[in-house]
Structures are given as structure tokens and as C-alpha cells.
């Protein structure tokens, strides 16, 4: 079983930045695609962006991109994702996922997952 601890979460002005870490555990960390989502008060889980396992090809929602960057480091099983011009509209609670194979956007896909941090933007 994978295990992923998140941190990095807080309360940042608009503008603002934060980066979140998730540690993952496991010995074929790089096989796993990793992906990020939130979830907003009242608002269903959203796909954020991922990185691939194989080729760590990445992809974003449309309303993220340029200003956030996954990026991972497998010789430390870390994923990370940078927050740059936060925004109000970015407030939730952001999850670290995890699965075996080709990256996905479906939250259904992957198997495990982080215990959330949260992130409240004030403008």
C-alpha cells in the first residue's frame, strides 16, 4: 500500500504564492502517475493538474495554467506543486493522488491518496 503525506498548506494573500509537498512511500515510486485535485466549500472534487510516472509529462486545468507547476523528484519519492498568483477563486482543500500506469484526469482512477491540506487565499 502507498502512503502520501501532504504539507505545505496555509493562508496566503492574493497574489501570493505557496508550494505543497506530498511524500510517497513505496519502492517503485516512478512507475506512479501523480496527480493533485481540490475540492472548494460546496463544489465537487476538480482535477488540478498531474505528472506522468514514465516521460513526466504534465497537464493542467485551464484555470491554473501558467500559474501552477508540478514537478517531482523520484529519487526522493516527492511530488511537488508550486502556487504562483494565487487567487481568491484557488481556496480548497488540495489532495496528492497516486496510481500505477498512465496518468489520468479522473479522480476515480487513482487509488491513493493524501490527507488534504488546506489553502485560503484572502484578496
Known amino acids: 500500500q502507498v502512503q502520501l503525506v501532504e504539507s505545505g498548506g496555509g493562508l496566503v494573500q492574493a497574489g501570493g504564492s505557496l508550494r505543497l509537498s506530498c511524500a510517497a512511500s513505496?519502492?517503485?515510486?516512478?512507475?506512479?502517475?501523480m496527480g493533485w485535485f481540490r475540492q472548494a466549500p460546496g463544489k465537487g472534487r476538480e482535477f488540478v493538474g498531474y505528472?506522468?510516472?514514465?516521460?513526466?509529462?504534465?497537464r493542467y486545468v485551464d484555470s491554473v495554467k501558467g500559474r501552477f507547476t508540478i514537478s517531482r523528484d523520484n529519487a526522493k519519492n516527492m511530488v511537488y506543486l508550486q502556487m504562483n498568483s494565487l487567487k481568491p477563486e484557488d481556496t480548497a482543500v488540495y489532495y496528492c493522488?497516486?496510481?500505477?500506469?498512465?496518468?489520468?484526469?479522473?479522480?476515480?482512477?487513482?487509488?491513493?491518496w493524501g490527507q488534504g491540506t488546506q489553502v485560503s487565499v484572502s484578496s
Open positions: 513505496g519502492r517503485t515510486f516512478s512507475s506512479y502517475a
Open positions: 493522488a497516486a496510481r500505477r500506469g498512465v496518468a489520468s484526469l479522473l479522480a476515480s482512477s487513482y487509488d491513493y
Open positions: 505528472v506522468s510516472g514514465i516521460s513526466g509529462t504534465t
